[in-house]
Nanobody
Framework: QVQLVESGGGLVQPGGSLRLSCASS????????MAWYRQVPGKQRELVAE???????TTLNSVKGRFTISRDNAKNMAYLQMNSLKLEDTAVYYC????????????WGQGTQVTVSS
């Protein structure tokens, strides 16, 4: 069973930056899709950014130009670089992955808290 472990969350001031990391216990080249989601208490989990094995990426409109998803196959890692953070980016961020070409995500991390506050 593949495990995903996020790290890099924390407290940051508005305008600051964080880089979230997602370490996979399995070979990420077998993942067709990797993604970062976030969730605020009382709200639905939302897709922040996704990256396909083809290299295609998509990002949530509200984070376009500020957040970048990437992966390092050699290290079995995925990242979410977050710049110009805003108060509304505060959430628990989750890494997820899927091997198949469609369907729900197969693997989820435990989440890492990102708090943007002055």
């Amino acid at each position: 069973q593949v495990q995903l472990v996020e790290s890099g969350g924390g407290l940051v001031q508005p305008g600051g930056s964080l880089r979230l990391s997602c370490a996979s216990s399995g070979n990420i080249t077998t993942f067709n899709r990797m993604a970062w989601y976030r969730q605020v208490p009382g709200k639905q989990r939302e897709l922040v950014a996704e990256l396909y094995s083809t290299g295609v990426t998509t990002t949530l409109n509200s984070v376009k130009g500020r957040f970048t998803i990437s992966r390092d196959n050699a290290k079995n890692m995925a990242y979410l670089q977050m710049n110009s953070l805003k108060l509304e980016d505060t959430a628990v961020y989750y890494c997820a992955a899927r091997s198949g070409r469609s369907g729900p995500m197969s693997y989820w991390g435990q989440g890492t808290q990102v708090t943007v506050s002055s």
